[in-house]
Structures are given as C-alpha cells and as structure tokens.
C-alpha cells in the first residue's frame, strides 16, 4: 500500500457499505456465524415473549378510557413479536432501514424498532400526561362515572 492509495481509497459499492454496517452492530447481534453459538437467538426470542406476555397482561388490565397507554402497548408489542418473527425464521432480525449522508451513518433499523421506540417514547409521555394523587394511582384529567 502506498500513500497515494491513503489518499485515494477505492469507492465503496452498496454491498460493502452493507457489509461494513452489518459487521458493527451491537455485541449482541445474533447474525449466525461460524464463531457464535447462537445462545443470543433464543435467549432473546424467550426475552421477547416473556415481555409480550407481561405486555397482554397490562393490556387487558388497562381501564377503557387509557387509549392513549393501549397505543403504545400495541406498538411495542408488535414490534416485539415482529423482531420474534425475525429471530425464529432468519436466527437475527433484519434491518433494513438504513440512513447516512456522507460519511454520517445513522445505525440501521427495521419498523418493528421503529413501533416499539414510538411506543416507549408513547409511554415516557404519558408520565407527563397524567397527574398522580396522593395514593399513587395516576388518573386523567377527565371525570369518570
């Protein structure tokens, strides 16, 4: 390699850039390959389910007027089941929603991380929604019968 070549690096195709995104992703990336036995697969599959049931749970216990807290429920349990969905058949979850400009990247995603971070940041608000009483059960501002 010489120092023109530092100065001049070949140009990147799609392909590479997929490869050099997918090769830096999070320690806990459960892309199969020849040097991970795979535990993350399953481990986060049960992960998921077990939250999903918790999820259903708080779902079905939730007052009908809470619509607000039901949305981001449902949102983070189908982006939950849809990175499940990922797991069990592919063994990683695909993202495939991947931004950059220039030599920015912002890291990769898919919709089902996309439903579950507005969920989340649907629940975060509704924090900040609710007043609580001095029993620590928080309640609409509406009057309820």
Known sequence: MSLHDLDNPPARTAADEAAAWRSARTPFS???????????RWFFV??????STVL????????????????????ILGGA???????????YVVDFLHFYWRDWHFPAFNLADTAITIGAAMMI????????????????SETHS
């Open 56 to 75: 259903v749970v708080w779902l079905r216990k939730l007052q009908r007027h809470e619509t607000w807290v039901a949305i981001a429920i449902v949102l």
């Open 46 to 51: 049960t992960l998921a389910l077990v939250v």
């Open 30 to 40: 459960t892309k199969p390959s020849a040097d991970q036995p795979g535990w993350q």
């Open 125 to 140: 608000l509704d924090l900040f929604r609710k007043p609580t009483d001095d029993g620590g059960n928080a309640e609409r």
């Open 81 to 91: 089941l849809g990175n499940v969905y990922d797991r069990v058949v592919h063994g």
